[in-house]
């Protein structure tokens, strides 16, 4: 932190009940008068560098006891007094802390260079510009101290500058960082690592909201930092500025706040939602959660919750059991847990799951996200039913929820059941059947399932539909386990015929190969010799089908001239002539033969 000493004398002020006065042996002919506050004070050592002293002085009918009215110098009596000294050459020690109310107050006095060559307000931008927005923790101490005078420190610009100079040194690459910050992450040790690329959080979480929100958003305009740099910058204000809802305490036991305190925290988390960068990931689902739950317990805006909601639906499947587990603040509800917030972001995700996967495939990624969901619901499920004040429809809520496809198995729903009923010995028969009603016996697993037939806990319906599905089961492998014997025992009957048949062609290939050589050890004709006794068969084949056709066609002519030549008697000697062609035919081959 940088200062500055202007003066030399020593400090001659003295405060009396409601009067400020200097020790002097000049009576005093000034009375300025702030408040509840009057200053006793000289014209020599004031007018000439005060402006404003000036005319006031000037316009005043008696000259030697001026009173005058500052009720509206920014700063108030403080500041004056100040600049007070400073007419008087006491030594005053200047430094962010009071800077702004210094130069406010001086500019209001009008203590300028057309008052007097190196006036007050010049020596103060000199300060301003060489060592405050030099400074990394000057700059934010400078404007953490403008909430106090908004509209002055707007329009003289110092918000603006500082703002730039902060800014600018965020956007600084690491490791270029030369300066001092505050960075207090576990296991960080500044002497042994390199500077981190979220240096700057801390420091800037000392800021109003209003304020952080400008330096957010004039970062964000630069696209030169990763939205999730942003994200964390978001994570350490709320956890600096919100109240801690992760921890379970019993509502009576809960400090009620003011409705200023309430206001605040109302405004800081809406506006932190509205920073929030559009990118997946830029906050963590966990971070989520915890505004969606502080969100409640504040009454914040529907939009806000609503928001909330949305975004920690797209972001689900990152989440843990233990970023689930926030307690409820409704002073109605008598359970620990508020599983109406889990309820809700888990329809944001069904709903977001059902437009884009209206067909899931197995091992697809949509089948894969409802799986990993539904073994998150699951495991919450038997954390909160540990709760002895949470209802039966509270759990049904949530369980109920999930489609069919989202549970492979049932054994860590059948957990949570099992966990519930021993946490709720008094549960009415009726409320354990509602319990049990999302439970699918068929897709327990053979251990579950014989743990599920000696729980005296569950319902008997529950216990019988269990029973029947393992008896079901069992006769079901007993069915295979016959019909692969008789298979078995059939194909043993038939290897003794199938061996019968192969022996037999083996004797018959036997057979013929012998009667093949003993074919071949014959004298072959000549070549010559064998060609002409073909050519005569064939001719010998010739002439007596040709006297055949022509007997046939006799044959014909005789039917038609006899029955008038009628269809039928021709489609009968055409039959008669084809069936002895036929038979002449058979005969030729069998003399060939």
Request: charged fraction near 25%; charge should be neutral.
């Amino acid at each position: 932190m940088k200062f500055m000493k202007l003066g030399t004398r020593p400090d001659t002020f003295f405060t009396e009940e409601a009067t400020r006065s200097v020790i002097s042996d000049i009576r005093s002919d000034l009375v300025i008068r702030i408040n509840n506050i009057n200053f006793l004070l000289h014209q020599f050592s004031l007018l000439p560098k005060c402006g404003l002293l000036q005319r006031l002085c000037s316009d005043s009918e008696d000259s030697n006891a001026v009173t005058i009215e500052l009720h509206d110098i920014p700063g108030g009596e403080d500041a004056f007094e100040l600049c007070a000294k400073y007419c008087y050459g006491i030594t005053i020690n200047l430094s962010a802390h009071n800077f702004v109310s210094a130069f406010c107050a001086a500019k209001f006095l009008r203590m300028t260079e057309a008052v007097e060559k190196g006036n007050f307000v010049l020596k103060l931008e000199s300060f301003f510009n060489s060592c405050i927005l030099e400074g990394w923790k000057d700059s934010i101490v400078t404007l953490q101290t403008t909430v106090k005078l908004t509209e002055w420190s707007e329009n003289l610009g110092i918000v603006r500058r500082c703002v730039d100079s902060i800014v600018e040194k965020i956007l600084t690459p690491p490791a270029k960082v030369t300066w001092s910050y505050t960075y207090t992450r576990k296991g960080f040790n500044k002497q042994q690592q390199s500077v981190p690329k979220d240096w700057w959080t801390e420091d800037i979480s000392d800021l109003d909201i209003d304020l952080f929100r400008c330096i957010i958003i004039a970062i964000k305009s630069t696209y030169m930092l990763p939205p999730q740099l942003i994200g964390e910058a978001l994570h350490v204000y709320a956890c600096r500025w919100l109240p801690d809802a992760t921890k379970i305490t019993p509502p009576e036991s809960s400090v009620s706040q003011t409705d200023d305190v309430a206001e605040n925290h109302r405004k800081i988390i809406e506006i932190i939602v509205t920073m929030i960068p559009a990118d997946k990931g830029s906050v963590s689902v966990g971070f989520l959660l915890r505004l969606l739950s502080i969100a409640s317990h504040l009454g914040a805006s529907t939009i806000t919750k609503t928001e909330l909601i949305r975004r920690s639906s797209l972001q689900l499947e990152e989440a843990t059991v233990s970023d689930l587990l926030f307690p409820t603040h409704s002073s109605s509800n008598q359970h620990y847990y508020d599983i109406d917030l889990v309820a809700a972001v888990l329809d944001s995700f069904l709903l977001l799951w059902r437009r884009t996967s209206p067909a899931p495939i197995e091992n697809s990624q949509s089948m894969r996200s409802i799986r990993k969901i539904g073994k998150l619901i699951d495991t919450y499920l038997q954390v909160v039913a540990r709760d002895i004040n949470l209802p039966v429809s509270k759990v049904l809520s949530v369980a109920e929820a999930l489609p069919d496809i989202a549970r492979k198995d049932h054994d860590d729903l059948y957990k949570g059941i099992n966990i519930y009923l021993k946490e709720h010995p008094e549960l009415s028969k009726t409320d354990k059947k509602r319990l049990c009603r999302p439970l699918d016996c068929q897709k327990l697993s053979p251990e579950v399932r014989t743990h599920a037939v000696k729980n005296e806990r569950l319902p008997l319906r529950t216990v019988v539909q269990v029973l029947f599905f393992e008896q079901d089961k069992g006769s079901r492998a007993n069915d295979q386990r016959m019909s692969a014997q008789e298979e078995l025992l059939s194909r043993g009957k038939q290897i003794p015929l199938v061996r019968d048949k192969l022996s037999k062609l083996q004797l018959e290939q036997h057979e013929q190969t012998a009667a093949l050589e003993a074919i071949g050890k014959t004298p072959a004709p000549s070549e010559s010799s064998s060609r002409n006794h073909q050519k005569m068969k064939r001719t010998d084949k010739k002439i007596a089908l040709e006297s055949e056709k022509k007997v046939a066609r006799e044959e014909i002519e005789e039917v038609e001239t006899k029955d008038g030549g009628s269809s039928g008697s021709k489609i009968n000697a055409k039959k008669m002539m084809k069936n002895r062609s036929g038979s002449d035919h058979s005969r030729d081959k069998s003399r060939d033969r």
